[in-house]
C-alpha cells in the first residue's frame, strides 16, 4: 500500500486534497463526491448530425467509447467504498482509510474535470464546424436558412445528451424515465422533420433558382419556427419530473427566444434582389473581424508550437498508454486552453452579423476564403481532443481500478 500511494503522489493525486474535499462535501449534506448532477456526455452525438464536405474523424468517437460508462461505474464503486469505510477496523487502521478516502475522491476530481472540459471542447469544436461547414457566399436568404438548420442540430445534440442522462437516473421510477424518454424522442423526431425540410435550402438550390424558392421557402421557415415552439413546450412539460428539470428549463427558455428572435425576422425576410450594396463603414469592419480572426488562429498555431518546443522529445503528444505521466491534472491543459474556441466563435458570429446585414454574396466570398483556415485548426483541435479523450478514459480505468481495490479491501476487514 506504501509503493501505491507513492505512485499516486508522483501523479500529483493528494489524498490530503482529496479530505478536504470530502469534508467539505460533508458539510454541504453531500454524501458522494460528484454526484449524479454531473451530466453523462455523448461525445459522438455531436458529430453525427454535422453537415460538413468532409468526414469527421472516427478515431474521436472510437476513443469516447465506453468512457462515460467507466465513469458512471466510478460513481458506483465510490460508494461501495465509502460503505465499507463506514465501520474502521483496527486491523486496516483509520491513517490507510483516510488515504485511500482521499486519494480517491482527488482522482475523481481529476477525472470530473478532465469530463467537463471534454463536454465543453467538443460541443465549442462542432459548433465551429457546422458553422464553417457551408457556403455562405450564396445570398443573404441562404444564411437565413441555415440558421434555423443549425438551431436544429444544436437542439438534437442537446436532447441526445439528456437521453442519456435519464437513463443513468437511479433514483428515478421506470415509468418516469419511459414518459420523458418518449417527450425526448418526439423532439428528435421534430429536429429530424425540420432539418429534412429545410436541408435544400442549405445545401442544394442553385443561386439563381433562390430568388423562385424565396416564397415557398418562407412557409418552410414559418412551420419550423413553428415547430420549435412545440419542442419548446414539450422541454417544459418534463421540467418538474426530475432533478434535470434545470436543464429542460434552458433548453426552453433558450429555444423559445430563438423562435421570438425569427418571429421578427420572418417579417421582413429579404430576397436576393433587395440587397443592397454596403457602404465603406462596414466593408472596413467585416475586413476588421476578418483580420482578427486569422490572427487568433495563428497565435494558437504558435502557442501550440511554443509548448512543443519549450520542452524537447515532448513525450506529451504521444498516447497516454505509451508515454510516461508525471502529472495527471496538468496533462495537455495547457494545450488544450490554448485554442480558445470560445474566442474563436464570437468572431465568426460577429462576421455574421455583418452578412445578415449585408450584401452576403461578397462578404460570403470573403467568408468562405477563410474556410481552408478554420478547417486546419479544427482538425489540429480534433487532434488535441482524441488525446485528451484517451488521457481521460486511461484516468477513469486508474479509479476504476483502485476503487475495486479499496472496496474490496474495507470489505474482507469488516467480514
Known amino acids: 500500500m506504501a509503493d501505491l500511494f507513492k505512485v499516486l503522489q508522483q501523479l500529483n493525486i493528494s489524498y490530503r486534497r482529496g479530505l478536504v474535499q470530502l469534508t467539505r462535501d460533508e458539510r454541504n449534506g453531500e454524501k458522494l463526491h460528484h454526484n449524479f448532477s454531473m451530466h453523462p456526455v455523448d461525445v459522438g452525438a455531436g458529430w453525427k448530425v454535422l453537415t460538413l464536405q468532409f468526414p469527421a474523424d472516427n478515431e474521436l468517437t472510437k476513443c469516447w467509447e465506453g468512457c462515460e460508462l467507466y465513469f458512471q461505474k466510478c460513481l458506483s464503486r465510490m460508494a461501495v467504498m465509502m460503505k465499507s469505510f463506514e465501520c474502521p477496523s483496527k486491523e486496516l487502521g483509520p491513517r490507510i ?11 475523481m476530481a481529476t477525472a470530473a474535470s478532465q469530463k467537463e472540459s471534454i463536454a465543453e471542447f467538443t460541443q465549442n469544436l462542432w459548433t465551429l464546424r ?33 437521453k442519456l442522462s ?10 418516469t424515465r419511459e414518459s420523458i424518454q418518449t417527450v425526448l424522442s418526439n423532439v428528435l423526431l421534430h429536429t429530424d422533420e425540420v432539418k429534412a425540410t429545410l436541408k435544400i435550402y442549405v445545401d442544394s438550390v442553385p443561386l439563381e433558382n433562390l430568388p423562385l424558392k424565396l416564397m415557398e421557402g418562407k412557409v418552410d421557415l414559418t412551420h419550423a419556427v413553428e415547430t420549435f415552439q412545440k419542442i419548446a413546450s414539450s422541454f417544459r412539460s418534463i421540467e418538474s419530473n426530475t432533478i434535470l428539470g434545470l436543464s429542460f428549463r434552458e433548453m426552453a427558455e433558450s429555444v423559445q427566444c430563438f423562435v421570438a ?11 436576393i434582389s433587395s440587397l443592397s450594396v454596403e457602404d465603406n463603414l462596414k466593408v472596413e469592419q467585416f475586413g476588421k473581424n476578418v483580420k482578427q480572426i ?47 474556441i470560445q474566442r474563436l466563435l464570437k468572431g465568426i458570429l460577429r462576421l455574421m452579423r455583418v452578412m445578415r446585414r449585408g450584401n452576403c454574396s461578397e462578404f ?26 484517451q488521457f481521460h478514459r486511461s484516468t477513469c480505468k486508474l479509479l476504476s481500478v483502485l476503487l475495486g481495490i479499496f472496496a474490496t479491501l474495507g470489505s474482507k476487514v469488516t467480514e
Open 97 to 107: 482509510i483516510e488515504r485511500c478516502k482521499g486519494s480517491v475522491v482527488d482522482l
Open 130 to 162: 457546422n458553422l464553417t461547414g457551408h457556403n455562405y457566399a450564396q445570398g443573404q436568404s441562404r444564411l437565413e436558412f441555415d440558421e434555423v438548420y443549425q438551431e436544429a442540430c444544436r437542439i438534437e445534440y442537446m436532447t441526445r445528451q439528456m
Open 166 to 175: 435519464v437513463e443513468t437516473l437511479g433514483t428515478t421510477s421506470s415509468e
Open 261 to 271: 428572435d425569427r418571429v421578427a425576422k420572418l417579417e421582413g425576410l429579404p430576397t
Open 294 to 340: 486569422m490572427q487568433n488562429v495563428l497565435l494558437t498555431f504558435q502557442k501550440l508550437d511554443k509548448l512543443k518546443t519549450l520542452e524537447p522529445g515532448n513525450e506529451q503528444l504521444d498516447p497516454p498508454d505509451q508515454a510516461p505521466v508525471t502529472n495527471l491534472k496538468e496533462f495537455l491543459i495547457k494545450e488544450i486552453s490554448s485554442f480558445e
Open 364 to 389: 460570403g466570398t470573403v467568408f468562405t476564403s477563410l474556410t481552408p483556415l478554420l478547417e486546419q485548426y479544427s482538425l489540429v483541435a480534433e487532434f488535441y481532443l482524441t488525446m485528451y479523450v
